[in-house]
Structures are given as structure tokens and as C-alpha cells.
């Protein structure tokens, strides 16, 4: 059952229908409590919805982060067309509102897509009527540069990211006042979220870049089966998980002891547009595909083992090389550092020079990126073959904070203390 051809209180087809439950009451609670709606709009008992049911969007920390990764991105970073502070308020509130609203399988606004004044612009732009919620979980951030545009001072690790050997950034794929980050199962659910947020953002907001994703590259729950990146090998096998929150707390979470109070229990995403030479790898053999990778084609195993989540082996003379990607970017290479990767491949459209435009949409959370990011990515840059095959061509960091209580909206704590 889908959310189209409900027929609301007042009369009409109003609204998509709230359905979908990942299971038992929490999937309904994120539905049916949520704020925002109007009356009559209350949540609906629905068979199980296989493309994810509704993911609860207030919570301690933000969803999207170690929600179980879904099947597809839409991410976009805005620059604020302003630099009055209430008019940021008055965005965020109905960013938030109409979050809210998508997460739980609803059009953005009431009265939706078709049940208003003809003579007006409906209040939703139609293209997920029908849809179920799909999963779907929009994660908000905010860049060093909204910091500096109201005055207001950026946290130390959100200072900007040095320069990494090899970067090819192009500004058209970095940096950003603010990003949005949309997950689903379904990509025309997360397109209509971000398509929603943007034009309610008219005004305030202007799009500076975006970027659409498919076959998530990380896996973020020990339930799910690790995908493969447009290398064709699993990635995500060895990355943070949601069930180990000792190492989340560790890694990702920022404790309430660290940078600014509207930080605690947030987190930072860092942000690389990848861009991988695939013709170029794929002329290349499976044995150096295998170790430059350090790990095996078919089971993921690392070189020297048989199964995937078999604990690599980094000692010096172990078969994985010293310019091997995984021993690199490993916590023993970092000084212990860890990071949740998140990323996404992407394929747009063709270079110019006959090849495909591919790659990795690199998505990454962790509690400081210049203690954990910046280490392995001066690795990687300096010794990690793999560069030859891939340019980094867009960079952003964003301050990720906490999950919203009841009644709270995006951003409060940061704009009003
Ligand atoms: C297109 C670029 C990239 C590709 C194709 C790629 C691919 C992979 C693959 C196949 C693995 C092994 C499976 C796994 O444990 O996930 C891996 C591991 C990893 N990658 Fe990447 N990666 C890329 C970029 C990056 C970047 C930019 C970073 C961070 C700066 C990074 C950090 C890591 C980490 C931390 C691991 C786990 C290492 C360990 O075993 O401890 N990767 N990557």
C-alpha cells in the first residue's frame, strides 16, 4: 500500500499516506508523533513496507548517520542568500517542519500536492505521491562559512581542511553554508525531499552544488551485506558499525567536554566528490587490483586470509604491501583514529574525453576531521597507489549537531544559544 489516494478529513486526496514500519511500535511512533501535522493527519496501521518504513527522525542523534545505510543519496549544500539571522531561524523551523513531515512518508506541507487553491502553487511538488516513506532520513549540517556569516565562531574542528597532496577540487563540488543530506530506498523519495527543502529554502537559500548517489558504499549496521564500490570491490567491510557504540562514542559522537555546547552529542561530515578512472582500472589486473587494495576481489578477505571479516594482518612482513589502501588508511597507520564512512557511487554522465564521469561520493562522520580525516587522507594522498586511478575533485566539512527533542528545530542551539 502506498501513501496516494488517501482521502483526507476534509474532503480530497490530501496527503501521502503514512505507512511502513521497520517493525513493532518505534516505526509508528516515528510517524504518528510526529509534529507538524494537521488534524485528521494521523498516522495509518500498514502492512510491512518493504522498501524501509519510516525511520524516526527525532532522536539523540541525527538520523542518516548510523541509520542503516539505504540504497541511495541525494546530497546538497546551500549558501545562505542572507545574513539575517531571523530569517535562518524562520528557514530552519520549516526545513524542520517539512522534514519532519517527508521522513514520516507525508508531502511536505498540508494541503500537499493537488488539495489546494487551484489558483495557488500547490504546497508540495507531487513527485512522491504515491511512495512510500522508503526509509528515508534527511541529516542536517552546517558549514564554517554560515558560522562566519552571523558572527557566530566556528568550533575548531571546523576550521577548513589543509590541502591534500594530488587534489584536483573543483569549487563547483565544494564547500557549502549548509548541506542536506537525503537517504532512501527509493531515489525519487530523496530527490523530492531535497527538492522540497530547496524551494521552501527560495529566498534564503540558494543550491551551490549537488550530487545524487546509488549502491551505497558502506555498510553502517553488522545486519547488512557489505556493497561494492565502482572498483568493483566491497567497501565498508572493516568500517564502524551502529551496534558498536563503545567505538561510536569514541569516534564519531562529540562529548559534551569538546568545542561548543550546541556540539555535544552532534558529529562533523566530512565530504569528498572522488572522481575514479574505471577504463583505466579496468585494463589493470586483478592481482594489482587486489593489492592495491589490500584485500581480495570476490570474499573481501584481507590479502593472506580467507574471509571477509577476518582481522587484517598489518605487521610488517605480513603480504599486504606498505602502500596497500586498507593498511593506510588503517587505525594502526592513524594513530588509532577511526571513521564512519558512508559514501555513495555516482555516474554522471560522460567526461568529454569518452569515459564515463564515475566515482565515489565519499561521505564520512567522526567527531574531529582534523584529528581523524586530515591523518589518513595525508596518508592516502602521499602512498596509496590507488591515487592513480582516482582525483579528488570536491571537498566540504559541515558540523553535523545533535538530534532533535520534541518541539526543537534544526539548528536552534546554534543560532539561539
Ligand atoms: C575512490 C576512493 C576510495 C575507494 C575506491 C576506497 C575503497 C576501499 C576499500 C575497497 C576498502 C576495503 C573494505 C573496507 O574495509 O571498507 C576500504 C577501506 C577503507 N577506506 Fe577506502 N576507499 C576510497 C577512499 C577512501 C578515503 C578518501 C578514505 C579516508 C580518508 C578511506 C578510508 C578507508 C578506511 C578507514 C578503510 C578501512 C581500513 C581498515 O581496514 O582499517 N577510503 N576503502
Redesign the pocket.
Do not use: E, W
Given at each position: 500500500m502506498t501513501r496516494s489516494g488517501l482521502r483526507g478529513i476534509g474532503g480530497g486526496v490530501s496527503r501521502r499516506r503514512l505507512l511502513g514500519w521497520t517493525g513493532a511500535g518505534a516505526a509508528l511512533a516515528g510517524a504518528g508523533a510526529v509534529a507538524g501535522f494537521a488534524a485528521g493527519e494521523s498516522a495509518q496501521e500498514a502492512p510491512p513496507d518493504p522498501s524501509g518504513g519510516v525511520v524516526p527522525f527525532r532522536g539523540p542523534h541525527q538520523a542518516g548517520i548510523v541509520t542503516p545505510a539505504q540504497d541511495r543519496l541525494h546530497f546538497v549544500a546551500l549558501d545562505l542568500t542572507t545574513t539575517d539571522r531571523r530569517a535562518v531561524i524562520s528557514l530552519l523551523q520549516r526545513w524542520t517542519t517539512a522534514a519532519e513531515r517527508m521522513t514520516a512518508g507525508a508531502e511536505a506541507a498540508p494541503g500537499g500536492a493537488v488539495n489546494r487553491n487551484p489558483e495557488a502553487p500547490p504546497s508540495d511538488t507531487g513527485e512522491a505521491l504515491g511512495l512510500p516513506a522508503a526509509a528515508l532520513t534527511i541529516t542536517f549540517g552546517i558549514g564554517g562559512t554560515l558560522l562566519d556569516k552571523l558572527g557566530i565562531p566556528r568550533p575548531p574542528e571546523l576550521a577548513d581542511l589543509p590541502p591534500f597532496q594530488q587534489d584536483q577540487l573543483d569549487p563547483a563540488f565544494s564547500g557549502g553554508d549548509l548541506c542536506l543530506q537525503a537517504c532512501a530506498n527509493d531515489p525519487q523519495v530523496a530527490v523530492h525531499a531535497v527538492r522540497n527543502l530547496v524551494r521552501t529554502g527560495f529566498g534564503t537559500t540558494a543550491v551551490r552544488w549537488s550530487q545524487l548517489g546509488f549502491g551505497r558504499?558502506?555498510s553502517t549496521s553488522t545486519a547488512q551485506q557489505?556493497h561494492?564500490?565502482?572498483?568493483g570491490?566491497?567497501?565498508?567491510?572493516?568500517?564502524l558499525k551502529a551496534e558498536e557504540g563503545a567505538l561510536l562514542d569514541e569516534h564519531v559522537w562529540v562529548p559534551p567536554q569538546q568545542g561548543p555546547p550546541w556540539m555535544a552529542g552532534g558529529t562533523y561530515l566530512?565530504a569528498?566528490r572522488?572522481?575514479?578512472h574505471v577504463e583505466t582500472w579496468d585494463r589493470t589486473s586483478l592481482s594489482e587490483q587486489e593489492s592495491l587494495?589490500?584485500?581480495t576481489k570476490g570474499v573481501?578477505a584481507?590479502i593472506g586470509q580467507a574471509q571477509e571479516f577476518d582481522v587484517?594482518n598489518l605487521a610488517p612482513d605480513s603480504p599486504i604491501g606498505t602502500d596497500a589502501?586498507?593498511?593506510l588508511?588503517?587505525?594502526?597507520n592513524?594513530g588509532g583514529a577511526?571513521?564512519l564512512?558512508r559514501?555513495y557511487n555516482f555516474v554522471d554522465g560522460s567526461d568529454g574525453l569518452g569515459h564515463l564521469n564515475a566515482?565515489?561520493f565519499?561521505v564520512?562522520f567522526m567527531r574531529d576531521p582534523h584529528r581523524q580525516?586530515v591523518p589518513?587522507?595525508s596518508?592516502?594522498a602521499r602512498f596509496?597507489k590507488?591515487m592513480e586511478?582516482?582525483d579528488?575533485t570536491g571537498s566540504a566539512v559541515f558540523a553535523v549537531p545533535a538530534g532533535l527533542g520534541d518541539g526543537d528545530y534544526w539548528g536552534r542551539t546554534v543560532l539561539e544559544g
Open positions: 558504499t558502506s557489505t561494492r564500490n565502482l572498483f570491490f566491497k567497501d565498508g567491510t572493516n568500517n566530512v569528498r572522488i572522481s575514479m587494495t589490500g584485500r573481501g584481507p587484517p589502501h586498507i593498511r588508511a588503517s587505525a594502526q592513524n577511526r571513521i564512512r559514501g566515482g565515489l565519499f564520512a580525516f589518513m587522507q596518508q592516502l596509496d590507488m586511478y582516482i579528488h
